[in-house]
């Protein structure tokens, strides 16, 4: 996800820590909101069909990314408000001169390969560039600081609305 460049999809079975490589479109197989709902917060399932925005300063440092429904779209100049994915009360908002990347590249889109895969290097050069744009506060080993991912607003509202939905 990080690098930009497509690693592959895995779909992982109930009870197996094997994964097998997903070949195909999967967004596809989803026609409404849906969330698997656990007890333990951090497993409750994002719904939709989505797509994840990277956040730079003016420094080009990364500062966040914020996962949003795909079929929307932000103007620039327009701050984005990002919600943490289960404490409602925590939220932050991205101000609109940030510099905004969608970071998900479809590569297979209704069977065919819509995305020339890049060779080795290029992939690795991409994933070094990327690194370069970490602070290094993240990229420490020992106590690294946490990467932020938050939920966009229309995404968090609605997995609150599926949330409450299931608890009735």
Request: proline residues 7%; glycine residues 8%; aromatic residues 8%.
């Amino acid at each position: 996800m990080g690098s930009g460049h497509p690693s592959g999809n895995f779909l992982f079975l109930p009870g197996s820590r094997r994964g097998i490589q997903a070949v195909g479109d999967l967004r596809g197989w989803v026609s409404t909101a849906q969330i698997k709902n656990f007890d333990d917060p951090e497993k409750t399932t994002n719904p939709g069909v989505k797509k994840v925005i990277r956040f730079y300063d003016e420094k080009n440092i990364m500062r966040g990314d914020v996962i949003v429904f795909e079929e929307e779209t932000f103007s620039g100049g327009q701050p984005v408000k990002a919600f943490h994915p289960m404490l409602s009360h925590i939220s932050k908002t991205y101000p609109g001169h940030f510099k905004r990347e969608e970071i998900l590249i479809p590569v297979i889109q209704s069977g065919r390969l819509v995305y020339p895969l890049p060779a080795l290097k290029e992939i690795q050069e991409k994933t070094l560039q990327s690194l370069s744009y970490l602070r290094p506060e993240h990229k420490r080993l020992q106590n690294p600081h946490i990467y932020h991912v938050s939920l966009g607003e229309k995404l968090f509202q609605k997995k609150q609305e599926l949330i409450k939905a299931a608890a009735q």
